[in-house]
């Protein structure tokens, strides 16, 4: 019994705090210096209760700050407003009735994770917000993992390896801290209210009334609704978006099955083009804002205006029109993918499914009759690129296989007019026995647009080391992306250099039997193109015999290289079939 009754006190020990001057029970644990350290704590609090109080009540403001805030964060940039975070959002209503009838155990464990999913929801938000600036879209959970790998890449190239280290090592730490941060408010929030059960009882029920009679009545304050549910809507979009993501997959694969000139002999595949030299030229970024900013179109219509004059004079004819792309602000492969299959790409998932199917691109239709030679011009391409063969081009000249030795342009490996000037040294001048299809990717007006190229004599590109002296005097890339009046001034100037490089390219060394198609691939971002902007682009088609615009007299589109701000506007995925069609070749669908 002795034994049992010593037992029974050390439990008993163990359950209740200890007195001060109580004797230790024996067996328990010493922590070396703990007493003497919670003692100077104690005394410091002791000496100090009005700044020991004053602390606590700010650590409690600062996290109800953080949480409502974290609550009331919009996914969108415009939506950062101050009457924004001045709402009632709903879901700390259900959060703190939750938590008060909850005991202590579970009522720590479930703020946590309400906190930790908060935190995850704000990262989130911020991706979302990063999406929109630069794709004109939302951050999606499925695909766009992959993406942020580009953006570091991007950043690497516009402003160096360091500054890329540290927007990575930098996002890692934001993300950890946010997750971290909300889980300990939102712990100290839910000790608070238990502490002061009746008084938060209380106010969650008048604050619960006050928001469902504002969402019934809906309520606003400078056209605000005062009653908010901001962060449930967030997750409902960020749940659908993945829904949506996982069904659409099958239903893409059937759809890039069926194909219109699918099975279409090579005899019939654009019979009224033979013998021409063909090329499709994408010109990165070139959007409508590009023809309709007040700013930024002065510049560039006249650009297009004066080569249109130019190309007048050596014999060539051109057509303009418009063409929604299915991508905005980035991702340039999903538009080129896309106009050139007459699917529309626009995301990753569509990307993958699309490149690993049988469909005849436009490209591939022309390597198909085996009357072309094909190859492609891909001055931003520098890893492997296995879609050259979906493409159908025989020949492909990446960055390294063009022979540039100058500097790089912020992200562009190599001026447009150098690009140019080597697909004439490589392929486009030399003899052959049969015409050549080639698909052109310009990259000098690609984001961040500083430094930019100027043009140079095209004598004098030789291996284009003399583009050393132009980059070392360009603007810094990181003065250029902080200021969005300075990146449509630039952007401007990099779109007039492109639309300048290329055509004169044509008038120097295209020839009778030259047609050229260009387009851009998207608009630029929402800091120049603005927020809410469409997606339009525009497209057009340049050749001297006549013949060749006359198979397109019924677009009706606008005659030289300025599309009317009333062309007609074609979704890009339709591009594809009209222009077969528009040249002679005759369906033969493949089935599903």
């Known amino acids: 019994m002795p034994a049992f009754t010593r037992v029974l006190a050390r ?11 109580r004797p230790r029970v024996p067996g328990r644990p010493r922590v070396p210096g703990r007493p003497r350290v919670l003692a100077r704590l104690r005394d410091a609090r002791d000496a100090h209760p009005a700044a020991v109080r004053t602390l606590r009540r700010t650590v409690h403001v600062l996290a109800a700050v953080l949480v409502v805030a974290a609550l009331l964060m919009p996914n969108n940039a415009p939506g950062l407003t101050a009457e924004r975070f001045t709402r009632i959002p709903g879901e700390a209503i259900i959060g703190a009735v939750l938590l008060l009838a909850l005991p202590r155990r579970p009522r720590i464990v479930v703020a946590a994770l309400y906190g930790a999913s908060l935190g995850v929801l704000t990262v989130l938000n911020l991706l979302d917000i ?15 993992w992959g993406l942020l790998d580009d953006a570091q890449s991007y950043i690497e190239d516009s402003m160096g390896h360091a500054a890329a280290v540290g927007a990575a090592v930098g996002a890692v730490l934001l993300t950890l801290l946010l997750v971290v941060v909300m889980a300990l408010a939102t712990v100290r929030l839910g000790n608070l209210l238990a502490r002061h059960r009746a008084h938060a009882t209380r106010g969650a029920l008048i604050a619960g009334t006050v928001w469902i009679t504002c969402t019934a009545l809906g309520v606003q304050i400078a056209g605000v609704p005062v009653a908010s549910d901001l962060a449930a809507d967030a997750v409902k979009g960020q749940t659908k978006r993945v829904v949506e993501t996982l069904r659409d997959e099958a239903a893409f694969a059937k759809e890039a099955r069926s194909d219109t000139f699918g099975a279409t002999p090579p005899g019939q595949l654009v019979p009224d083009l033979r013998g021409k030299d063909v090329v499709f030229a994408f010109i990165e970024s070139y959007g409508r804002s590009a023809l309709e900013d007040p700013l930024i179109a002065p510049g560039v219509t006249d650009t297009l205006d004066t080569r249109t004059a130019a190309l007048a004079r050596a014999g060539y004819r051109a057509r303009s029109g418009w063409l929604t792309s299915a991508t905005y602000g980035g991702s340039s492969w999903l538009g080129h993918s896309t106009a050139l299959s007459g699917l529309w790409i626009d995301n990753q998932q569509r990307y993958r499914t699309a490149t690993n199917s049988d469909r005849l691109t436009l490209t591939k239709a022309f390597r198909k009759t085996g009357a072309w030679d094909t190859v492609g011009i891909m001055p931003g391409v520098q890893k492997a690129w296995p879609e050259a063969k979906w493409y159908g081009l025989d020949k492909v000249y990446d960055a390294f296989e063009l022979g540039y030795r100058g500097p790089k342009f912020s992200w562009s490996t190599m001026p447009d007019q150098y690009a140019l000037e080597a697909f004439e040294r490589l392929e486009h001048g030399r003899k052959r026995d049969r015409p050549l299809m080639s ?35 360009g603007k810094e890339s990181s003065d250029v992306v902080a200021d969005s009046t300075q990146s449509r001034e630039e952007y401007g100037k990099s779109v007039q250099y492109s639309v300048t490089s290329l055509t004169e390219w044509l008038e120097r060394y295209g020839t009778d039997d030259t047609v050229l198609v260009f387009l851009g691939d998207h608009q630029p971002i929402a800091r120049v193109s603005g927020h809410g902007a469409n997606r339009d682009v525009p497209v057009t088609v340049v050749a001297k015999d006549p013949k060749v615009l006359e198979k397109i007299e019924d677009w009706n589109w606008t005659e030289g290289l300025r599309p009317a701000k009333d062309a007609p506007v074609w979704k890009m995925d339709a591009f594809r079939d009209r222009f077969l069609a528009a040249y002679g070749s005759v369906p033969h669908p493949t089935g599903n």
């Open 11 to 21: 439990l008993r020990a163990l359950r209740r705090p200890r007195v001060p001057g």
């Open 130 to 144: 990063g999406f929109k600036e630069y794709l004109g879209r939302g951050f999606n959970l499925v695909l766009d």
């Open 439 to 473: 698909e052109v990717i310009l990259t000098s007006s690609h984001q961040p647009w500083a430094p930019l190229p100027e043009m140079v004599d095209w004598e004098d590109l030789g291996d284009g080391s003399l583009f050393d002296a132009i980059e070392k005097a």
